[in-house]
């Protein structure tokens, strides 16, 4: 059974929280533990795949990823669901090495956004 668990940037602080997330009317927040509360910008939310990249860092939904496949740095890619495939691209490949680089709301130039 994997952990189902989030992240998202507080509102009040530019500071990403891991934890599980509550909403209540108009506000959401990440409850980290049972004393420790932030609100967050739900834009930024997104779920852990289960996953670590190659330096044990948890992927997220939302990570951009520089892939691996034989020994050559090949890709930069967005993680993100696909209904399609009822899981998180883009790990669809064997034999494939991630490393996390970055976010697409932190550094979307990585992508080629601004």
């Known amino acids: 059974m994997r952990e ?5 940037k507080r509102s009040d602080a530019n500071e990403w929280v891991e934890g599980c997330i ?10 980290h533990n ?3 509360n932030y609100h967050i910008n739900p834009e930024t939310v997104g779920q852990y795949t289960g996953l ?12 951009i990823v520089k892939t691996n496949k034989g020994g050559n740095w090949s890709t930069i ?6 209904n399609a495939l009822c899981g998180f691209s883009p790990f669809y490949a064997i034999n494939t ?3 996390v680089i970055g976010n697409i709301h932190d550094t ?4 080629g956004r601004e």
Request: charged share 40%; proline share 5%; net charge positive.
């Open 4 to 8: 189902i668990l989030f992240r998202a």
């Open 22 to 31: 509550c909403r209540d009317r108009s506000w959401m927040m990440v409850s």
């Open 34 to 36: 049972p004393r420790r």
């Open 52 to 63: 670590t990249d190659k330096n044990g860092v948890r992927i997220f939904e939302g990570d």
């Open 77 to 82: 890619r967005e993680v993100r669901w696909v």
């Open 97 to 99: 090495e991630y490393e």
């Open 108 to 111: 979307p130039e990585l992508l």
